[in-house]
């Protein structure tokens, strides 16, 4: 493939940092639209997808150097390539520093979070879309060694320096799985917002599907960096896609139960105070009725 999209004199414009950058465009022109169906304000959803973006990238670029700090001591100039390392790690570290970071700053704005995610769940999925797309064509996340004849072969020594994808040996094009499993969601969850009943549901379906595609998509791709869990039953990516589709299924019983927490969480007090409030004829009626 091409880890590098083109060339401006002697700088290098990777392909992976470009469809990444495209995906974050295109994510934030959707995020408008979105935001107008959920009758939220255009501007602040902008101001709060750029806020967001900007502490994942700090968040994970600073991780990276404490992991690397005594080597990047020896080595200053190393610093300038720390763009081109991908783990998914540090994606996960990032995307956990902008998801705080984004709370923190729509509760300052008081913008309703349940409204905000699910004008934000399908913009995020297009933009993974685009990142899976530039992953696929840098060599990054690469898959599991194939004989199918939609394999894809990298060749690129850049491929192998920055990502160390296997050179010569054709591997299933697993970014290019992910990437239509991401769009379709995209699609899904934008019709659906028209559509929802209440605040939350497109949010939540969201992360379930997120979480479902990572656990499928990572059945083929190679292991390798990735964490090994329950005696290589599972990889680290999974677990965390374990942990979004109980966080989304968590998100629509909520909703499900009228946006509060669920009968059977409820305070005793505050049932005593509910019962306090009721008069004699509305609980006569209740009994009969």
Aim: charged content about 10%.
């Amino acid at each position: 493939m091409h880890p590098v999209l083109f060339h401006i004199g002697a700088i290098l414009i990777p392909a992976y940092g470009a469809l990444a950058a495209l995906g974050v465009v295109a994510g934030l022109f959707l995020a408008q639209g979105t935001a107008r169906i959920a009758q939220l304000n255009p501007g602040q959803v902008w101001n709060l997808c750029i806020v967001a973006l900007f502490a994942a990238l700090v968040g994970e670029r600073l991780l990276l150097v404490l992991m690397n700090w005594s080597e990047l001591r020896l080595h200053p100039s190393w610093m300038l390539g720390l763009a081109m390392i991908h783990h998914p790690l540090l994606a996960a570290a990032g995307a956990l520093v902008g998801l705080v970071c984004a709370t923190v700053y729509a509760c300052w704005l008081r913008l309703p979070l349940a409204a905000t995610a699910d004008a934000l769940a399908a913009p995020v999925a297009l933009g993974l879309a685009f990142e899976q797309i530039g992953a696929l064509m840098a060599g990054s996340g690469y898959g599991t060694e194939t004989a199918v004849r939609w394999a894809v072969t990298y060749t690129n020594p850049l491929a192998a320096r920055w990502s160390g994808t296997p050179l010569g040996i054709p591997l299933h094009p697993v970014q290019a799985y992910a990437a239509l499993a991401y769009l379709t969601l995209s699609v899904l969850l934008l019709v659906w917002l028209s559509a929802r009943r209440q605040q939350g549901d497109v949010a939540g379906m969201g992360l379930m599907g997120i979480g479902v595609a990572i656990f499928i998509t990572e059945l083929w791709r190679d292991p390798e960096g990735r964490g090994v869990v329950l005696g290589g039953a599972l990889d680290g990516p999974q677990i965390a896609a374990i942990a979004l589709v109980m966080a989304g299924a968590l998100v629509l019983l909520e909703r499900k139960c009228g946006g509060g927490f669920p009968p059977f969480r409820q305070k005793e007090g505050e049932r005593k105070g509910h019962e306090a409030t009721i008069g004699p004829a509305e609980k006569d009626e209740a009994a009969h009725g």
